[in-house]
């Protein structure tokens, strides 16, 4: 042993110290820490921020697509479906329909008759939606004219029910009100 080293072995105890102040103690050790994370905490803001900003941009990009209705004339036009006239005769036959009215203890009856509609109209977006993405195809264009025909035949189905519903109410009027038909 040298003579240091004897020197450290006889003076230990002078040389440690007598009591270290915790404060002091956990001071050190946040820096030490604070250091450390400092790295992951910006990876961990950094990962988050990508993440909102990934969710805003498809909820942006969705919105878009799935709110915004497919401009239903121009691509009629586009695939010169428009010389069948559908849609004008459809919306002559919704006009017509905007103006019925029946018993309001007869609206049950049409309820069904609206949820084809509903669905039908789901299914003609979807038609649209198809034409969009993969361009246009004949079976699908068999596809718009067929929703066409069993939608002026249903729009036709409705309006005769009205006129039956509003022959037999005269006939046998009842007391409830009359509400219109939402088409």
């Known amino acids: 042993m040298n003579d240091f080293e004897k020197y450290i072995l006889e003076n230990k105890r002078q040389l440690e110290p007598k009591k270290v102040d915790p404060k002091v103690w956990l001071a050190v050790e946040n820096e030490i820490l604070k250091g450390k994370n400092k790295r992951f905490q910006y990876l961990i803001k950094a990962l988050i921020l990508g993440i909102i900003l990934s969710f805003v941009a498809y909820f942006f990009y ?3 697509h799935q709110n915004q209705p497919l401009d239903e004339e121009r691509i009629l036009a586009q695939y010169d479906l428009t010389q069948y006239n559908f849609t004008q005769q459809v919306n002559i036959k919704k006009q017509q ?7 309001q203890d ?11 509609l509903e669905f039908m109209d789901g299914q003609f977006q979807d038609y649209l939606q198809y034409i969009e993405e993969n361009g246009y195809q004949e079976f699908i264009g ?12 249903l729009l036709d189905k409705i309006q005769k029910e009205v006129e039956k519903i509003n022959y037999y109410e005269n ?13």
């Open 62 to 64: 969705s919105n878009i």
């Open 106 to 116: 007869k609206i049950e009856d049409f309820q069904i008759l609206l949820q084809q």
């Open 142 to 153: 068999d596809q718009i004219l067929n929703f066409y025909k069993s939608k002026i035949e």
């Open 171 to 183: 006939l046998q009027p009842s007391n409830s009100d009359k509400v219109e038909i939402q088409i």
């Open 97 to 103: 329909l905007a103006k019925a009215s029946v018993p």
